[in-house]
C-alpha cells in the first residue's frame, strides 16, 4: 500500500471556519514517524492569530448562544455523517501522522465520529428545573448558558477523538472553540476543519491553530479574560502550568492529564480473559494511551502462568508501518518518545527487572520499539511511577487483596484502573477501594462515548463524553421570581 498523504488535506490555519494560507508565513514539517519522511508542510500560527480567533469568536459568540439547539444538533449531526462518510481518508491521515495501524485508526475514526452524534443529540437535552421556594416568596428557576469561548489544546495520540470530544460538545452547549492540535498531528485536526465548514457551521464559531509554539500562541489567550474556558489533554506537567495561567481571569477549566493505570490480575480471574484484557489494555494505540495499563499486579501463585501467556501473546506482535498489511504495532510517535521508552526499560533492566522479550531498539528507520514484558520489577524502579507511553508491560506480584490495593493505589494518578477477578464481591469491593476516575471489571477498554472520561489525584478533573460532558461547558444561572 501506498504510503503517500490523501490528496487535498488542508495545510493552512482555520481561522473562524475560513481556511488561511499565507504565503508569506513560516511553515513546520510533519512527519511519517515510521519513515521519518516528510508528509507535509502545515502553516505555523503566531500568538497574534489567537488573538484574532478569538476576536472571531467573541463575534460570533451571542447569535450562536441564540442559535436554536435544533440547529446546532443537526449541524453537529451532518458532520459525524461527513466524518464517517470520509472515515478511509482520515484513517489514513492518522496512520501516517501518527503511526497507529489502519485497523486501529479506522477504530478512532468510528469512535471520534461518535462523540459529535452523541452532542448532537444533547444539544437539544440541555435543562433546567424550576420549584417553589421553602418559604413560598416566590419561584426558584435554574437556567443553563453557554459558558463562552474556549480554548481547547488536543494531544497526538488521538488526533480526532480527542478533538470531537471538545468540539462536539462546546458548539451543542452554544461555545465557539479555538483548537491548538499538536504539532506531531496536525493534519486530521484541519481535515476536520473542512468537515465543519462543509457542515455548513457558521463563520467565527471554529478556528483550527497549528503551531510549533505552543506557549506563545496560548499564552495570549489566556491573559485575555474574553476567553472563558480552557480544555486540555496532555502531560500533568502542562496541565498544572494551564491551571495557573487560568487562575488571574478565572477561566473554566477540564483537564484530562496522564495515568499510571495498575492492572491487578486475582487468583481467581479467568485467565484467558485476564491476557485478552492485558492485551487490549496495554497494547491499544501501541501503548501510547493515557488509559494504558502500565503496572501489572499478578496474584504470585498464577504470576508465571500470566506472564508468560502475556510474552507469548506480546512476542507474536509484528512492528510495521501502519498502512502495511499485517502491521500490529506501529512506531512510537518520535525518536525521543521512544529514547524515552528505552531509558526506563534499561533503568529497571540494570535494577534487577527480568527481560522476557523485547527490550532492545531495532535497527533501521522509524520510531519503532518492540513490544516488551518485563518481570520481577523492583519497587524503586522508575518504571512503575512514571507513565510508559509505549508498548512495555511490567509485572510484579501481590499476596492478598489488601496489598494489590496499596499497590495499585501507590501512585499519584489516577485515571483509570482495571481488575480481573471471578468474585462479583470482590470486584464491586475492590474498585470502590481503588483511587481512580474509572474502573474496567473484566475488560480493558474503558472508553465509551455515552460513559463520563476523567481522572483524579494528578490525572486531572472535569468529564468528557457521556452527559457530563456538555456540563463542562454550561454555566448555571439562577432566576429569583
Not at 122 to 148: C, F, H, M, N, Q
Not at 213 to 240: M, N
Not at 254 to 265: K, Q
Amino acid at each position: 500500500m501506498t504510503h503517500a498523504l490523501p490528496v487535498g488535506v488542508p495545510t493552512g490555519m482555520w481561522l473562524g471556519g475560513k481556511q488561511i494560507e499565507p504565503e508569506d508565513r513560516a511553515r513546520f514539517p510533519v512527519l511519517d514517524p515510521a519513515t521519518g519522511e516528510i508528509l507535509a508542510e502545515v502553516v505555523d500560527a503566531e500568538a497574534a492569530d489567537g488573538l484574532q480567533a478569538l476576536d472571531l469568536a467573541v463575534a460570533a459568540q451571542s447569535d450562536w448562544a441564540a442559535t436554536a439547539p435544533r440547529v446546532r444538533s443537526e449541524i453537529l449531526r451532518t458532520a459525524f455523517d461527513l466524518v464517517v462518510e470520509r472515515a478511509e481518508t482520515f484513517a489514513r491521515v492518522i496512520s501516517l501522522e501518527m503511526g497507529k495501524p489502519l485497523a486501529e485508526a479506522r477504530g478512532e475514526v468510528t469512535y471520534g465520529a461518535e462523540f459529535l452524534r452523541w452532542f448532537a443529540e444533547e444539544a437539544v437535552r440541555i435543562g433546567g428545573r424550576t420549584t417553589s421556594s421553602p418559604s413560598g416568596s416566590g419561584r426558584i428557576l435554574v437556567t443553563k448558558e453557554p459558558v463562552g469561548p474556549v480554548l481547547a489544546i488536543t494531544p497526538w495520540n488521538f488526533p480526532l477523538a480527542m478533538a470531537t470530544r471538545k468540539i462536539g460538545p462546546a458548539l451543542a452547549a452554544g461555545c465557539p472553540i479555538i483548537v491548538k492540535p499538536a504539532a506531531e498531528t496536525p493534519l486530521t485536526m484541519l481535515l476536520l476543519g473542512r468537515v465543519f465548514a462543509d457542515a455548513g457551521l457558521p463563520d467565527g464559531l471554529l478556528s483550527i491553530l497549528p503551531t510549533t509554539d505552543a506557549a506563545a500562541l496560548t499564552g495570549p489567550l489566556l491573559a485575555d479574560p474574553r476567553l472563558r474556558k480552557v480544555t486540555f489533554t496532555g502531560s500533568t506537567g502542562v496541565g498544572k502550568l494551564l491551571v495557573r495561567q487560568s487562575a488571574d481571569n478565572l477561566q473554566r477549566t477540564s483537564m484530562e492529564l496522564g495515568g499510571n493505570a495498575p492492572f491487578l490480575v486475582f487468583a481467581d480471574a479467568d485467565l484467558d480473559a485476564a491476557v485478552d484484557g492485558a492485551m487490549a489494555a496495554k497494547m491499544r494505540n501501541g501503548g501510547e494511551a493515557c488509559t494504558a495499563a502500565n503496572r501489572f499486579l499478578v496474584a504470585r501463585e498464577i504470576a508465571d502462568e500470566f506472564t508468560d501467556r502475556l510474552t507469548t501473546r506480546m512476542s507474536a506482535l509484528r512492528c510495521g508501518h501502519g498502512l502495511d498489511a499485517g502491521t500490529d504495532v506501529g512506531p512510537l510517535i518520535t525518536d525521543r518518545q521512544r529514547a524515552r521508552v528505552d531509558r526506563l526499560v534499561t533503568d529497571a533492566v540494570g535494577r534487577g527487572a527480568r527481560l522476557r522479550t523485547g527490550g532492545r531498539i531495532p535497527g533501521g528507520p522509524g520510531s519503532f520499539y518492540p513490544p516488551t514484558v518485563l518481570d520481577r520489577v523492583p519497587a524503586d524502579a522508575p518504571i512503575l511511577r512514571e507513565e510508559i507511553f509505549g508498548p512495555v508491560a511490567t509485572v510484579t506480584t501481590f499476596d492478598d487483596e489488601d496489598e494489590a490495593i496499596t499497590s495499585a493505589n501507590d501512585t499519584e494518578y489516577g485515571l483509570v484502573a482495571y481488575l480481573f477477578t471471578r468474585d462479583l464481591d470482590r470486584a464491586i469491593r475492590v474498585s470502590s477501594a481503588l483511587n481512580a476516575g474509572m474502573v474496567g471489571v473484566n475488560r480493558g477498554v474503558v472508553s465509551d462515548v455515552a460513559a463520563p472520561f476523567g481522572g483524579v489525584k494528578s490525572s486531572g478533573f472535569g468529564r468528557e463524553g457521556a452527559v457530563e460532558g456538555i456540563e463542562e461547558y454550561l454555566d448555571v444561572k439562577y432566576i429569583a421570581v
